[in-house]
Structures are given as C-alpha cells and as structure tokens.
C-alpha cells in the first residue's frame, strides 16, 4: 500500500505516469508496505500466463528475495526508476523515505534492488550509474544500507500513516534495534540470486 498523501501523475512523454506527493512526507516516513492484497506469483505461475499478461507482470512488478513477482495492486507500480531515488526498500517489506519529500515531487525507487531480470539502460540523470543490472544489491547494498540507517534515525518521529500494516514482530525488532543502537537487517537481505 502507498502513503496515503500521494497520487499518479503524468510526468512526461519520456517517462509516462509516476507516483507525486501530495503533500510533504519527511525522512524516516514509510512510503509503501506490502500488504495482503498485493499479489505475489511463482515463476511457474507467471509462465503459464499469456504473453499478453505476462508482460504486464514484467512491467508492473519487482521479485522478492525468493524470486517470486509481487505485483501491487495500487498506485505503487507507477512508482518510477531513478539512480537517485528518494525511497528505498528495506528488509522488512516496506519502504522509507531517505529523504525529505516536497509536495509535487514524484516518489522514486532504484530498481537496482528490485531483483530485475534483464539489465536496462535508464534515463541519463548525471549519475556515475546509467544502467540497471540484475545484481545492484551485491555492488550497492552497503551505501543503501547507509541510507537506510540515517533515515530509520527519524522513523519514530515522524508521523506514519502505514505503521498498521507492518506486522507487530517485525515494528518490535526495529523498535529494539534502534534503542539498543544496533545494526537493522541489510536491504542485501532482498536479494534473490546466489550470494558467493
């Protein structure tokens, strides 16, 4: 599930639709769960599907760490690639802002965590970075993983509209690691090939 303060935008010819914040979401925010109605399909269930379809599951989903394509089921699959993203997953099936977010601004994932299948050529930004491959997690996770950490800083206070759907176990083991000053679960944990 989105935050609740954002909505689909057209943001160019270039790039079509794109998910833009409403209103302005602070650093530490979570900005998507997975939730029950998202719906997650084998490999095997996505080969039998028409071509048709499947190519929809390739567009509008990301694999998990076992491989599986979860395909969300509202505004989240318009959220678009940037190599500077403002968003990042984490270990515990959400996402976090790990930066401020103005209102008007869109909503940005690096899809170099979201297991892609096939490398792709993303649109030139100025970064060192101008293509996706499938294995980002094992080259970038530890500066994510630092992201990460900075914006879990401010996850206590600020507001957090989706903290209902995260599960109980999973809010109590942040909440410990972040009292005791421990290290959270590394987003390498999303990984879903081999690790050597």
């Not at 965590?113 to 996706?132: C, I, Q």
Request: with cysteine; glycine share 4%.
């Amino acid at each position: 599930m989105m935050h609740p303060h954002t909505e689909v935008r057209f943001i160019s010819k270039e790039i079509g639709h794109g998910v833009v914040a409403t209103r302005f979401i602070p650093r530490g925010t979570i900005t998507w769960v997975q939730d029950e109605l998202d719906r997650v399909l084998t490999p095997a269930e996505v080969e039998k599907m028409r071509p048709q379809t499947r190519e929809l599951v390739d567009k509008y989903s990301f694999r998990n760490n076992k491989g599986h394509f979860v395909l969300c089921w509202d505004l989240s699959k318009y959220v678009n690639h940037s190599f500077r993203s403002n968003c990042l997953s984490t270990a515990y099936d959400f996402e976090l802002a790990v930066r401020d977010i103005n209102e008007g601004e869109q909503l940005t994932d690096d899809y170099g965590y979201l297991n892609v299948v096939e490398p792709f050529k993303a649109l030139d930004e100025g970064a060192e970075r101008d293509t996706v491959y499938p294995d980002d997690l094992l080259r970038y996770h530890q500066e994510w993983d630092a992201q990460l950490f900075q914006a879990f800083r401010h996850f206590k206070q600020v507001e957090q509209p989706l903290l209902s759907f995260v599960p109980q176990k999973v809010l109590e083991n942040i909440r410990q690691k972040l009292n005791n000053n421990e290290p959270l679960d590394s987003i390498l944990n999303l990984y879903c090939g081999e690790i050597n």
